[in-house]
């Protein structure tokens, strides 16, 4: 079975099948999540999110400890860590994200529901991900962003269990992650009205096992394989540039992990909305809309390349590995996102800055 070159493709989609399939019915997505706890006060869509990257982390790093699974090759753990690509990559990330309303994860799924604006952004964020990985804004990620990296291979290497272990001298992973674990799934679970809803609930531990899943494939395959492998789990910005190339041009090699998640996410939601009676085509309104999408599209897929990842790829996929590019990459998307929705529904990016200094006033 491992040496047929379809195998890591096929695997991809049946795991992508199943997390569009679940994040359509449970209206799973990061953006909606933000915007809800920013401005409607409801964090149950984002208990559900980071239900998603605890259970991704715990799973991944007690499959690691008992040597079922060997994530030291995944990119985003190797030397050095670009610094300024996180933050800058996150800030472009996130304010394309408001823009377009979703990231490239919530467009597949709306487009397997019919909106084509998912498609066009779809399109335009993975044009814009090739372009940022081996083409014209290529040039700017390797002269200015990568020499802004930071080399912690000296201190263990890149991730927080590996510090942590340099420092104490034994294997720490497995309990810091254990530790980070039951604290986030306290905070998780203390909503009442989170633990009634058990469609989020599953949604997040299924979709976390999910990205374990790609790590347990993809390593093993890199294991047994006679073909270079690449480590993922789960991301969507590179692997739809790789789709689309895959679609339009003959490469000589056969789809990967990611591109055969790309695919499955968007069988899984078409089935799911099929399913519920929910699938209906949705266009942009006029040409405003569609600059704007475009727009956010370039951001997200040029921004996703720099921070090496979207809100699943570090999010949920580095967060399972305790990257250190986690919190640099997820709290500048944060901020894009809340400086895009600013823009948009108050017109000022920076507005909600006077308002925490309001708050503060008043404490």
């Not at 050095?80 to 490239?104: E, N, Q, R, S």
């Not at 949705?282 to 600059?291: I, Y």
């Not at 000022?348 to 925490?356: S, V």
Request: charged residues 10%.
């Amino acid at each position: 079975m491992l040496d047929s070159g379809w195998v890591l493709a096929v695997s991809g989609c049946a795991v992508g099948g199943v997390i569009g399939f679940v994040a359509r019915r449970s209206h799973f997505c990061t953006m909606a999540a933000l915007e809800r706890h920013w401005y409607a006060g409801d964090d149950r869509p984002l208990r559900s999110w980071v239900l998603a990257a605890l259970t991704a982390l715990i799973a991944t790093q007690a499959l690691a400890a008992a040597g079922l699974v060997d994530v030291s090759q995944s990119f985003y753990l190797t030397e050095p860590m670009p610094l300024a690509g996180a933050i800058l990559g996150g800030l472009m990330f996130g304010f394309g994200m408001a823009l377009v309303g979703t990231c490239g994860f919530g467009a597949l799924v709306r487009l397997g529901g019919g909106n084509l604006r998912a498609l066009v952004v779809l399109t335009g964020l993975g044009l814009a991900a090739l372009a940022a990985q081996r083409g014209l804004t290529a040039h700017f990620r390797i002269n200015i962003l990568e020499p802004l990296s930071l080399n912690l291979a000296p201190y263990g290497g890149q991730s927080l269990g590996a510090l942590a272990s340099g420092a104490l001298g034994f294997s720490a992973a497995l309990p810091l992650a254990l530790l980070i674990g039951a604290a986030g799934l306290w905070w998780v679970f203390k909503s009442s009205q989170f633990r009634a809803e058990r469609s989020r609930v599953s949604a997040g531990i299924i979709i976390g096992l999910c990205i374990t899943a790609g790590w347990v494939i993809t390593s093993h395959y890199a294991a047994h394989a006679l073909r270079p492998v690449q480590i993922e789990a789960g991301s969507f910005v590179m692997p739809v540039g790789e789709t689309i190339l895959q679609i339009i041009a003959f490469t000589g090699e056969f789809p990967d992990y990611g591109v055969g998640l790309v695919v499955g996410v968007f069988l899984g939601a078409a089935l799911s909305a099929f399913r519920s009676d929910d699938m209906r085509w949705e266009a942009c309104d006029d040409a405003r809309e569609l600059g704007r999408h475009l727009l956010g599209a370039f951001l997200m897929g040029t921004g996703g390349v720099f921070a090496l990842g979207c809100t699943i790829g570090q999010g949920v996929s580095a967060f399972s590995l305790m990257a250190i590019s986690v919190p640099l990459v997820m709290i500048s998307i944060a901020l894009g996102a809340r400086m895009g929705l600013g823009l948009l529904m108050e017109g000022n990016a920076f507005g909600f800055l006077a308002d925490w200094r309001a708050t503060d006033t008043k404490g």
